[in-house]
């Protein structure tokens, strides 16, 4: 079974920084592509960053040279680290995976969803 467990919201203040960490289980980092996905009150969900055996680790140009994706493979687990926050990065951040070898770092579609974690950024 695929789970995803979501972790390391909070609320931080503008130009703060913070790192949300993604487990997994149920499958391969190498054979799924992962990503992150927010979503804001009222808005729909938006793609942040995504890595893929083919695409390697890709960040949005919404976020690119603020926020980057990694991943620790012997720990099952997709990290996002959020430097420069704003106020407008305010969501709920899930993470999120298919099986499929692409990754389109601003898309929200997926097929595996974790629960998702709180991120607020105070002006």
């Known amino acids: 079974e695929v789970q995803l467990v979501e972790s390391g919201g909070g609320l931080v203040q503008a130009g703060g920084s913070l790192r949300l960490s993604c487990t997994v289980s149920g499958f391969r980092l190498d054979d799924y592509a992962v990503g992150w996905v927010r979503q804001a009150p009222g808005d729909d969900r938006e793609g942040v960053s995504c890595f893929s055996s083919s695409d390697g680790l890709r960040d949005s140009a919404a976020v690119k040279g603020r926020f980057t994706i990694s991943r620790d493979n012997a720990k099952n687990t997709v990290y996002l680290q959020m430097n420069s926050l704003k106020p407008e990065d305010t969501a709920v951040y899930y993470c999120?995976?298919?099986?499929?070898?692409?990754?389109?770092?601003?898309?929200?579609?997926?097929?595996?969803w974790g629960r998702g974690t709180q991120v607020t950024v105070s002006s």
């Open positions: 999120a995976a298919s099986a499929r070898d692409w990754c389109i770092p601003s898309s929200p579609l997926y097929d595996y």
